[in-house]
């Protein structure tokens, strides 16, 4: 190696660059670029260099004799392959969710009504927008306040009841390795004992999911909750397998493949929208137009308010407001009052 070598390993070694050429074991003749027109002797002249944090994405660097590229030295190449970075966003902290469940209980949602009359009418003099703030804000942090957070589900027994169980858990790890490392008799009965609690812990913790379980869907039944009761029913009985229709051809013959479910989907779909309708301005004409509701202007009675509040479906996540069809529904009598003062007042 010549001064010029040791400047570049120098530079590299500065830098925290990596010459990525001697990295990989290729062939003979693919780390060389450059042969001695008097000796024929082929040297490795044309370097790649690449940042030692960057050299994971490189998957080879080697040189190609057979390109033509109009120099006596030849072609040297790096294979590299690019990740992209992903982005993360930072969300916003959301309200917590509404236990729903307990809209069912009629104290609940009596106590919900009561609080929900003494708490809504806000102050008068204030514009649309501030009006709409109270209004939100009041029945979700009233609704809040009496149904409570909804709570995530536990996926088993054990890991409803793990705050019970790691500690005795741990406990027999480290009698077990206590044995080990002195077998003893003493130990041997402290592993014993440690083994017998762990197992006692855990029979008592799923019993207790069970009960707890059965007596949440009883309850759901008895108060008319069907969701709550199924989705109870399915978390005891586990998940069940999703079915799907077949996709048949145009010929009714049942496609397994799904590549050519794909091309399928493309053939339909290209077939929907090429179709093209022509509406002619008599057939505008021709329609017959409806008559203008005056009554929409009028103040909204009780029941129209009622009836707008009972066609909402229920089951349904929230909107930004965080508020449920279900407990907007619980309201109603306080809701439909509230909102007929404010329709006055506008």
């Given at each position: 190696m010549n001064k010029n070598g040791q400047r570049l390993l120098e530079f590299c070694c500065y830098y925290g660059l990596c010459v990525s050429n001697t990295f990989f074991n290729t062939k003979l003749q693919h780390r060389v670029s450059w042969r001695h027109p008097r000796s024929k002797h082929w040297h490795q002249l044309d370097l790649i260099l690449t940042r030692?944090?960057?050299?994971?994405?490189?998957?080879?660097?080697?040189?190609?004799?057979?390109?033509?590229?109009?120099?006596?030295?030849?072609?040297?190449?790096?294979?590299?392959?690019?990740?992209?970075?992903?982005?993360?966003?930072?969300?916003?902290?959301?309200?917590?969710?509404?236990?729903?469940?307990?809209?069912?209980?009629?104290?609940?949602?009596?106590?919900?009504?009561?609080?929900?009359?003494?708490?809504?009418?806000?102050?008068?003099?204030?514009?649309?927008?501030?009006?709409?703030?109270?209004?939100?804000?009041?029945?979700?942090?009233?609704?809040?306040s009496t149904f409570g957070k909804k709570t995530r589900k536990m996926a088993d027994w054990f890991k409803a009841h793990s705050e019970e169980l790691m500690p005795a858990i741990e406990d027999k790890r480290r009698a077990l390795a206590a044995y080990k490392a002195c077998p003893s008799?003493?130990?041997?009965?402290?592993?014993?004992?440690?083994?017998?609690?762990?197992?006692?812990?855990?029979?008592?913790?799923?019993?207790?999911?069970?009960?707890?379980?059965?007596?949440?869907?009883?309850?759901?039944?008895?108060?008319?909750?069907?969701?709550?009761?199924?989705?109870?029913?399915?978390?005891?009985?586990?998940?069940?397998?999703?079915?799907?229709?077949?996709?048949?051809?145009?010929?009714?013959?049942?496609?397994?493949?799904?590549?050519?479910?794909?091309?399928r989907w493309v053939q339909h779909y290209s077939e929907l929208y090429s179709r093209k309708n022509v509406v002619t301005e008599e057939a505008l004409n021709n329609i017959e137009c409806l008559p203008v509701l005056e009554e929409l202007d009028s103040e909204p009675t009780l029941a129209e308010i009622n009836a707008a509040l009972d066609s909402l479906t229920s089951g349904k996540a929230p909107g930004r407001d965080n508020i449920p069809v279900e407990v907007l529904k619980c309201g109603q009598y306080g809701l439909t009052k509230i909102s007929e003062r404010k329709w006055k007042q506008k």
């Open positions: 030692r944090s960057s050299l994971a994405s490189v998957t080879i660097t080697r040189s190609y004799q057979s390109a033509d590229c109009d120099t006596d030295h030849s072609l040297v190449c790096s294979r590299v392959k690019l990740r992209t970075k992903k982005l993360y966003h930072m969300k916003k902290e959301g309200r917590p969710r509404i236990d729903i469940n307990k809209t069912h209980d009629q104290r609940k949602v009596k106590e919900f009504a009561q609080a929900l009359e003494e708490t809504l009418p806000g102050p008068a003099n204030v514009n649309a927008p501030e009006r709409w703030e109270h209004f939100k804000n009041t029945v979700y942090n009233t609704a809040l008799e003493y130990n041997l009965q402290a592993l014993r004992a440690a083994r017998s609690q762990v197992q006692q812990a855990a029979r008592r913790c799923s019993n207790d999911y069970w009960l707890q379980l059965c007596s949440q869907i009883q309850i759901a039944a008895d108060t008319g909750n069907i969701k709550g009761m199924y989705d109870g029913i399915k978390q005891a009985l586990g998940p069940l397998q999703k079915k799907s229709a077949p996709l048949k051809s145009t010929t009714g013959v049942i496609i397994q493949d799904r590549a050519q479910q794909m091309e």
